[in-house]
Structure formats: structure tokens, C-alpha cells
């Protein structure tokens, strides 16, 4: 070995050395463990996610005792403005230089596709608690993604079964004209042909339309038994609103396929009581989810919507986990979180799957109308609990990121 | 049901009166832009947000004061006149003589920051307005249900456009304001008060857009971001009836109605960008815009 060679040896085995020397250091990197909260914060969904989760998780954070492993817990956010471009760039720039260690909130399914994309390179934790496709965990998983409080499948499943089996079998569609609205409405399509139902017609709205009514008209000249709303937020109301005007509510159903708590209290009970829908969480269910609520609506103004529930829920189970692990380290985490159940007011009967999906019961409601109404933030009566085997849909074995 | 061609008519027919019913809050809103453009030449991007403020006081004054829709729709007016009114002595006349795009951004401004406050304090997801009982209903039409609000939708916006047509292009006071922004020196030469003449132009104008903003509340949610997701169509609009012109406005807000409810039956998914096609072609075939007397 010439002496070139033994310089050389030499600069490798310090330099591993010190690596290993540095990643040793203490069990939390850079001695803290930091969570990003990723939303809109003043565009449509605003309050679906927004303030509300960033209020959420750092009730979790303190609920949990400020730290973690005797590391202090932090929370940054950052308003996404609904743009996938300013959300992963957001994320790249927390968890390269601010040593971020996961990102939770995360809303619009477009963003948190760009969002998760950068956290897997970087080998860090997606906490999704509002976004609705289920790519996350089945044609775009990924070893870090966690997906908490609800999906399409679920809450497709959970509304349109329900419905057809009672005898209503012709569907039509009016969806929002972006990815979410399609994939609402093909997962949807699926549950109505599995129980004999059929597709009687169908229309694309542009994301936010104000004015739904040709589409209510083409929808009423369809002679459709349930339309279906394959949409969110504002776009969900008007459309609603818009069909009770045109006397559509009186001859046919009309099913919200995702409606949130905030948009059932911007409808008129008049025309939106007695409508069922499906949720991963109602405030009002039993004490545990009422004091929790409390506490939320005392600190935020309003009631949690059920992502501000999950993202709660998935903190704590992500702080739990680190605690377990004896470590922030990714993949020594993520093992803990699939290991441990998660258990709490939120998550009831609850496992995380090892494609990183979290099945928990799900529920069945109806909104109240307005004499079955005490306050205004009495608004789901729920009729059922569907257990989350039934509601979501079976893992596919190439996400399956823990074989045994 | 009655076909033509292989087209159902009575479908045809329903989203024909749909458009126009849609065209009537185009040719409000581009009505208010046009005279505030025609007459001062301020291009107010705020009047999307002066519409949602329109929504938002009828909301409140319901809820907070018990003032219910008939009154709204004499008082909201006037509220957002005067604000509007206020805007244009506070901020906009400083900057009157520069360029046209000081008060373009101006406005602009105001419009995202007025947004901005109402998401924040009222939230995303907007407020149920009901429609007023003694228009609760319908009339069963061969063709379709017609609600009788969609139908005083119509009727009223006809009449108020029609009023401000005559006021403006018919009456004396009318000649004076168009006289006093051709020569504004000279008009103030026989004794005219122009600066009081062109505040209280710029107060119609967004009190216009507040009267759209009520007779919206019932039908559309009453959110934040209502004003921002009409005002780029109806921009396009003045601009397909030639910027400036009373009339024009008028005609060419109810007509894209129409065009876009033929839209929305033949291909839907085109419905969105039928009107700004419209506009590109327009613009190259008649740049001045349809009604337009100059480029």
C-alpha cells in the first residue's frame, strides 16, 4: 500500500468515524423534534384544515408535555395557497434546511401529491390528515406516508351502499372537474354497480362554480333516483342549495359524497336536513369526542371539523411512536406507529396499516333539521358506526412496506 | 319530450332561460365596471369584492339586525355606495391623474385585502341566506321548474339596468356627467361641481355591484371569495362590449349568459372559457369591442 493509499484510508475511516460520531449524538436529531404544519390557510379550504390543524397539533404537542425523549417538541407552519409548487417547495425548504421532521396538516389531494414526493426523497414523515384521494396509500405510497382521518373509498363507501341497497339504483353524477372530483366519483361508480345500481348520467363542474343550475336541470331531466354530489366545500353548498331551489331536493335524494362539518353548517337546514353522509369523526358522538371539542372550539372559535380531529390524533400517535422508538429517526418511527394501536377519542377500533393507512370506525350521519337543531353547532345525527374494515378498502400487497 | 334534430328543446330551453338568468348578474356587475370605467376611466378591480360586500351586509343585517331582504335591497346599496364613495375621496383621487394602472393595482389591492379580512373573520366557508319567503316557490313552465326568485333575478336586474341606461345616456343629469368627463374644466366653468359629480358616479358604480351582491345572498353562498370568481368574466364582458360603452355593457352581460348556456348544454366542459374565447375573437375581428366607438 503506497502512501497515497494509506492517506486516502486514512480521510475515509476519520470521516466514518465522525459521521457515526454525529449520528450518534443523541437519539433526537439536532436535539429537537420539529413539526411542519402544511395547509390553505385562506383560500376555499381554509376552514377544513387551515388554523384549525396548526391549533390541533400543538394542542397534541402540549398535551404530550412540551417534549419528547427530554427533547423540545416545535411546530412551524406555512399556508400552501393551494399551489402544489409552493407546497413542496415550502416542504423541501423544511426539511433540508430547517431540520423539520415531519409535515402534518396537508390538505388539497394536488398539493400533498407534490408534498409527499419531497418528504419520501428526504425520508421524512407525511402526516396527511384532510387530503381525501387515496393514492397516498395505494398507487402513490410510499414507506412515509401516513394517511389519518378519512379517503374517498371510505367515505364513498360509508354514503353510496347504504343508499342503493334501500332501492335507489339509478345515480347521476355532478363532479368537481379536477382529480379529486374524479376519483370521488369513480370510486363511487364502483360501489353503486357492486350493488346493482346504475349510472344514469353524469356532469363536470369547474372547481369553484357558482352557479350549479344547468347542471341541476340536466340532473332532474336524467330521472335519476340519488344525485350525487361528487365534490367539496363551497362547490357542495351551491350545488345543494341550487337543487332545493329547482325542486330537486322534493323528487329525488341528493347525496354530498364529502361534506365537512363547516360546509353542513353553511347549508340552509331546510334544504340539507335529512341528507346522509359519511364522516371520519363528529364532535357530538360521546364524552370523550365532546371534551376534546371543548377544548378545541374554546382555543379556535368553532367546532373541529374531522380534520383538525386526525390531525390531533395522528400528532400524538407520531409523538407516542418517538417516544417508543427511543428515537426520531424515520423508519425506526414509522415501524413503532404501525406497531402501536392507535387509540383516543378520534381513532376507535384503529390500526395503521402497513401501507401506512389508518383504518378506524368510521360514521354514518344525517343532518338534523332545523327543529331537531339546539344550537347551531348541532348538526349530524348519526344513524350508524361503520367499522373500518368494511369502509375501507383492502390493502394491495406491492403497499405493503412491512412484510413479514 | 319535444326534439329538434335530435336536440331536446324543452332542455334547450331551460338552460336558455338559466343563461339568462346568470346573464343578469353579468350585465349588473358589468354595468357598474362600464360607468365607473366610461365615465372616470378608473378601472376598479375592486367591484368583485364591493359585490361580495354587498352579499356579506345583506348576511349581516339579517342576522344581526333583523333587517330582512326587501329593506337589504334599498339600504346594502346605499352602504356600499358610501364606501365606495369613501374609497374614492380617500385613495383613489390622490392618485386620479397618474396612469390608469396606479388605479387598476390600487384597487386591486383593496379587493385581495378586503378578501383576506372576510376569510379571516368570517372563515372559507360562507354563510346560508334564505330566499325571501314571498319569493319561495316557482312557476311550473312546459319546459322546466322557473323559481320565482331566478325569475325576479330577471325582471329586477332589467329594470335597474334599464333605469341607469335612460338616467345616464337620456336625462339632463346624465348629459352633465358625460359632458364633465369629456371637459371637465370647462363644465366647471358653467358652475358644475365635477369632483362632487365624480365621487358620486364611482358610489353608483360599486353600489351596483352591492345591489348584485343581495340579490346573489339567497341563490349563491355568501363567501369571501364569490366577487373574485365573477369579476375576470365580467371584465371580459365589458371588454366584448367595448370598454366604456352603458349599453353595451348591458347587452353583452345578458347575452354571454345565453352563449354560456348554450354552452353548458352542448359541451359543458367548455363552459368556463366559452366567454374569454368569445372575447379573443372580438378583439381580433373589432378590437374596439362590439359596442365600442374607439380602440
Known amino acids: 500500500m503506497n502512501t497515497m493509499h494509506k492517506t486516502l484510508l486514512a480521510v475515509a475511516v476519520a470521516t466514518t468515524t465522525a459521521l457515526a460520531g454525529f449520528a450518534q449524538a443523541g437519539p433526537v436529531s439536532d436535539d429537537k423534534v420539529k413539526i411542519g404544519v402544511l395547509a390553505d390557510m385562506g383560500g376555499v379550504y381554509a376552514d377544513l384544515c387551515g388554523r384549525g390543524c396548526v391549533t390541533a397539533i400543538e394542542m397534541a404537542v402540549e398535551d404530550f408535555g412540551g417534549t419528547v425523549l427530554g427533547m423540545p417538541i416545535e411546530v412551524v407552519s406555512a399556508d400552501d395557497q393551494l399551489k402544489p409548487d409552493v407546497g413542496s417547495a415550502k416542504v423541501r425548504q423544511w426539511v433540508e434546511n430547517e431540520q423539520v421532521d415531519a409535515v402534518g396538516g396537508l390538505v388539497s389531494s394536488a398539493v400533498v401529491g407534490a408534498a409527499t414526493k419531497v418528504l419520501t426523497d428526504n425520508r421524512k414523515i407525511a402526516l396527511i390528515s384532510t387530503a381525501a384521494s387515496n393514492a397516498f396509500t395505494t398507487s402513490a405510497c410510499s414507506p412515509y406516508n401516513v394517511h389519518w382521518t378519512y379517503n374517498v373509498a371510505a367515505v364513498a363507501n360509508g354514503t353510496v351502499k347504504p343508499m342503493v341497497q334501500s332501492g335507489k339504483k339509478k345515480w347521476f353524477f355532478i363532479t368537481a372537474d379536477y382529480a379529486f372530483g374524479h376519483a370521488l366519483e369513480e370510486v363511487a361508480t364502483e360501489v353503486v354497480k357492486e350493488n346493482g345500481g346504475e349510472i344514469v348520467g353524469g356532469v363536470r363542474a369547474p372547481l369553484g362554480t357558482t352557479d350549479f343550475s344547468s347542471y341541476v336541470l340536466q340532473a332532474q331531466a336524467s330521472g335519476a333516483d340519488v344525485v350525487a354530489l361528487a365534490n367539496a366545500g363551497g362547490d357542495t353548498v351551491n350545488a345543494l342549495k341550487t337543487a332545493a331551489e329547482f325542486g330537486l331536493t322534493q323528487t329525488t335524494d341528493v347525496a354530498g359524497l364529502l361534506v365537512f362539518t363547516p360546509d353542513a353548517q353553511a347549508m340552509d337546514p331546510a334544504t340539507a336536513g335529512g341528507m346522509t353522509l359519511t364522516t371520519g369523526f363528529y364532535w357530538d358522538y360521546d364524552d370523550a369526542t365532546r371534551a376534546w371539542s371543548k377544548r378545541f372550539k374554546e382555543r379556535h372559535g368553532a367546532i373541529p371539523a374531522m380534520g383538525h380531529a386526525g390531525a390531533y390524533s395522528m400528532t400524538m400517535h407520531y409523538l407516542k411512536a418517538i417516544e417508543a422508538a427511543g428515537t426520531d429517526e424515520s423508519d425506526a418511527v414509522m415501524a413503532k406507529m404501525k406497531e402501536m394501536k392507535p387509540d383516543d377519542f378520534f381513532a376507535r377500533n384503529a390500526t395503521l396499516r402497513a401501507d401506512g393507512r389508518m383504518v378506524h370506525d368510521m360514521y354514518y350521519v344525517q343532518i338534523k333539521k332545523a327543529d331537531e337543531r339546539r344550537d347551531a353547532d348541532d348538526i349530524f345525527k348519526v344513524i350508524d358506526v361503520i367499522p373500518g374494515d368494511s369502509a375501507y378498502a383492502p390493502m394491495l400487497p406491492e403497499c405493503n412496506f412491512v412484510k413479514s | ?295
Not at chain 2, 334547450?12 to 362600464?34: H, R
Not at chain 2, 354563510?127 to 331566478?150: D, S, T
Not at chain 2, 330577471?154 to 346624465?174: D, H, N, P, Q, Y
Not at chain 2, 366647471?188 to 352591492?210: D, K, R
Open chain 2, 1 to 295: 319530450m319535444a326534439t329538434f334534430l335530435g336536440i331536446n328543446l324543452f332542455g334547450l330551453f331551460g338552460q336558455l332561460l338559466v343563461g339568462l338568468i346568470n346573464g343578469s348578474f353579468y350585465a349588473l356587475l358589468s354595468l357598474g365596471l362600464a360607468i365607473i370605467f366610461g365615465l372616470l376611466k378608473i378601472i376598479n378591480f375592486a367591484q368583485g369584492a364591493m359585490y361580495m360586500l354587498g352579499a356579506f351586509a345583506a348576511w349581516m343585517a339579517l342576522d344581526y339586525l333583523g333587517i330582512n331582504y326587501w329593506l337589504a335591497l334599498i339600504l346594502v346599496p346605499l352602504a356600499v355606495g358610501a364606501v365606495g364613495i369613501l374609497m374614492e375621496r380617500l385613495l383613489i383621487r390622490p392618485i386620479a391623474k397618474e396612469d390608469h394602472l396606479y388605479s387598476l393595482l390600487l384597487t386591486f389591492g383593496i379587493a385581495l385585502m378586503l378578501q383576506g379580512t372576510f376569510t379571516h373573520v368570517f372563515g372559507s366557508s360562507g354563510m346560508a341566506y334564505a330566499i325571501p319567503e314571498a319569493l319561495q316557490g316557482g312557476f311550473k313552465l312546459p319546459f322546466m321548474y322557473l323559481p320565482a326568485y331566478r325569475a325576479w333575478i330577471v325582471v329586477a336586474s332589467i329594470l335597474v339596468c334599464g333605469a341607469t341606461w335612460w338616467m345616464i345616456e337620456k336625462t339632463r343629469l346624465g348629459a352633465y356627467l358625460r359632458a364633465g368627463t369629456e371637459n371637465a374644466q370647462l363644465m366647471q366653468a358653467f358652475g358644475i361641481n365635477v369632483p362632487l359629480m365624480v365621487t358620486l358616479t364611482f358610489g353608483f358604480g360599486v353600489g351596483l355591484a352591492g345591489f348584485a351582491g343581495v340579490m346573489a345572498a339567497p341563490v349563491y353562498s355568501v363567501s369571501p371569495d364569490m366577487g373574485s370568481n365573477l369579476l375576470i368574466i365580467v371584465f371580459a364582458i365589458v371588454v366584448i362590449g367595448g370598454m366604456g360603452s352603458i349599453g353595451g355593457a348591458i347587452l353583452t352581460g345578458l347575452g354571454m349568459g345565453i352563449v354560456e348556456g348554450l354552452t353548458k348544454y352542448f359541451y359543458p366542459e367548455a363552459s368556463s372559457t366559452v366567454i374569454f374565447l368569445v372575447m379573443v375573437i372580438v378583439l381580433l375581428l373589432k378590437p374596439a369591442g362590439l359596442f365600442g366607438k374607439e380602440a
